[in-house]
């Protein structure tokens, strides 16, 4: 299996431009999840899916944030306008099972946004 | 929701020597605790994990302890060496699926 991946893995864009990162989970995962790594605030986590429905959104940090998983084998981040202080990486990750089942998360190599 | 605080945030050891990285989590509902990796430029990896129902588990030179009833857990590196560099996060798993992360610590292995 190829992991999960991500596209863009970097992309510089101005201030107020759309940004739209995408991910693929691994085959057969249930879960999906959206982090955002800085410095400053570490990991944090943004938003995630169980079974293609979004379960937890309090991550998002405004409503210029949002995600989408219209199947099992695709997912979006969208930043629209985008600004400075959303420069970080985007780690996409997901899991085999939620609830109790295993919770290794499998990582993406991450998308690395810088917005001037 | 679920607070995980990690101490300390860096830590330098010789070669050799042992490595201990501490959490604690607030959330008493939590039962899943994993250890992540992350190398310079790379993606976070599992390196070990344990659940509730354990105190502790050994792999090879690290091992994780888990005291729920202090909501403290620790890893233990030993016989550090340089590949051993790098950021560690530790996590926690409460309702749901959801894993908080803590802050990091960056580990330095000097020759």
């Known amino acids: 299996d190829a992991g999960v991946i991500q596209s863009p893995r970097h992309e510089v864009t101005e201030m107020g431009q759309e940004v739209t990162l995408r991910c693929k989970p691994i085959s057969g995962h249930n879960s999906l999840f959206w982090y955002r790594q800085t410095m400053m605030r570490g990991l944090e986590l943004l938003i995630y899916f169980n079974n293609n429905v979004p379960i937890d959104d309090s991550g998002m940090p405004e409503d210029r944030f949002s995600a989408k998983m219209p199947n099992a084998s695709f997912s979006t981040l969208k930043i629209q306008p985008s600004e400075p202080r959303d420069s970080a990486v985007y780690f996409c990750a997901s899991s085999p099972g939620g609830g109790g089942a295993s919770g290794e998360l499998f990582f993406g190599e991450g998308s690395r946004l810088t917005v001037l | ?111």
Request: proline share 4%.
């Open chain 2, 1 to 111: 929701g679920e607070n995980v605080e990690q101490h300390p945030s860096t830590l330098s050891v010789q070669e050799g020597d042992s490595a201990v990285i501490k959490c604690t989590y607030s959330d008493s509902a939590s039962n899943y605790f994993p250890w992540y990796k992350q190398e310079l430029g790379k993606r976070p990896q599992l390196i070990i994990d344990i659940r509730s129902n354990v105190g502790e588990k050994k792999d090879q030179r690290i091992a994780v302890t888990l005291n729920k009833t202090a909501k403290h857990f620790s890893l233990h590196i030993t016989e550090t060496q340089p590949e051993d560099s790098a950021v560690y996060f530790c996590a926690a798993r409460g309702g749901g699926n959801k894993l908080t992360f803590g802050t990091g610590t960056q580990l330095k292995v000097e020759l």
